[in-house]
T-cell receptor, first 113, second 112 residues
Framework: KAGVTQTPRYLIKTRGQQVTLSCSPI?????VSWYQQTPGQGLQFLFE???????NKGNFPGRFSGRQFSNSRSEMNVSTLELGDSALYLC????????????FGQGTRLTVV | GQSLEQPSEVTAVEGAIVQINCTYQ??????LSWYQQHDGGAPTFLSY????GLEETGRFSSFLSRSDSYGYLLLQELQMKDSASYFC?????????????FGKGTMLLVSP
C-alpha cells in the first residue's frame, strides 16, 4: 500500500508570492491534517479535513488556506509569502474510525527568500 | 488549549536505556502518542497509551499516568539508529477528530 505522498518535496519562493502544496493520503483514508514544522516551534497544527470538510483550523493567519477533494487528496495554499513561512510542511492521513496512528508524508520543504 | 513539555535534548551511549518524559496540560484527550523523526524525514508512529500504564513494543515502551499528567517513552538497548527526534502528542477531545498537538520534541543523541 502506497504511503502518504506530498508534492513537491522542495520549493523556493520569493516574498509576496503564493504557493500550493499537495498531499495524497493513503488509499482509503478520508482524514487529512496539515502541520508546519520549524526548528523553534516544533510541529504546529494547520488544518484538518474529513470528507471535503474542514473540521478544525489552527492558529494561523488567513493567508493559510486549504481544501480537500472528493478523492481525499488535499491541498494547502499560502498567499503573500513571508520569510517566516519557511518551514517543512507535513501532511498526515488517518484511517476512518477511532484510530491512534497518524501516517505522515515526507513533507514539502518551503524556503522563502 | 493543550500544552506538552518534553526535554529538548537527551544523550546516551549505545546499549544504554533512556527515558524521555512528557508532561502535559490538557482539558481532556483520548491518549498520548509518541512519534520518531529522523533528520529531514517523516514522523513515524511509535506507541500509544489510551489507558494508564505501560505499553511495550519491542525495545520501546511507553507509560501514561493521567492523574499525574505525565508520560514517558523508554528506549532500551539503544542503537546508533535511534538517534532522532522524539515527539509526544495528544489528540484532544472536542476539537477535530484527528487533530494532534505535539510537544516540541526531544533530540536523542546516541554515541558509540
Amino acid at each position: 500500500k502506497a504511503g502518504v505522498t506530498q508534492t513537491p518535496r522542495y520549493l523556493i519562493k520569493t516574498r509576496g508570492q503564493q504557493v500550493t502544496l499537495s498531499c495524497s493520503p493513503i488509499s482509503g483514508h478520508r482524514s487529512v491534517s496539515w502541520y508546519q514544522q520549524t526548528p523553534g516551534q516544533g510541529l504546529q497544527f494547520l488544518f484538518e479535513y474529513f470528507s471535503e470538510t474542514q473540521r478544525n483550523k489552527g492558529n494561523f493567519p488567513g493567508r493559510f488556506s486549504g481544501r480537500q477533494f472528493s478523492n481525499s487528496r488535499s491541498e494547502m495554499n499560502v498567499s503573500t509569502l513571508e520569510l517566516g513561512d519557511s518551514a517543512l510542511y507535513l501532511c498526515a492521513s488517518f484511517p476512518t474510525g477511532m484510530n491512534t496512528e497518524a501516517f505522515f508524508g515526507q513533507g514539502t520543504r518551503l524556503t522563502v527568500v | 488549549g493543550q500544552s506538552l513539555e518534553q526535554p529538548s535534548e537527551v544523550t546516551a551511549v549505545e546499549g544504554a536505556i533512556v527515558q524521555i518524559n512528557c508532561t502535559y496540560q490538557t482539558s481532556g484527550f483520548y491518549g498520548l502518542s509518541w512519534y520518531q523523526q529522523h533528520d529531514g524525514g517523516a514522523p513515524t508512529f511509535l506507541s500509544y497509551n489510551g489507558l494508564d500504564g505501560l505499553e511495550e513494543t519491542g525495545r520501546f515502551s511507553s507509560f501514561l499516568s493521567r492523574s499525574d499528567s505525565y508520560g514517558y517513552l523508554l528506549l532500551q538497548e539503544l542503537q546508533m539508529k535511534d538517534s532522532a527526534s522524539y515527539f509526544c502528542a495528544v489528540r484532544d477531545r472536542g476539537s477535530g477528530y484527528s487533530t494532534l498537538t505535539f510537544g516540541k520534541g526531544t533530540m536523542l543523541l546516541v554515541s558509540p
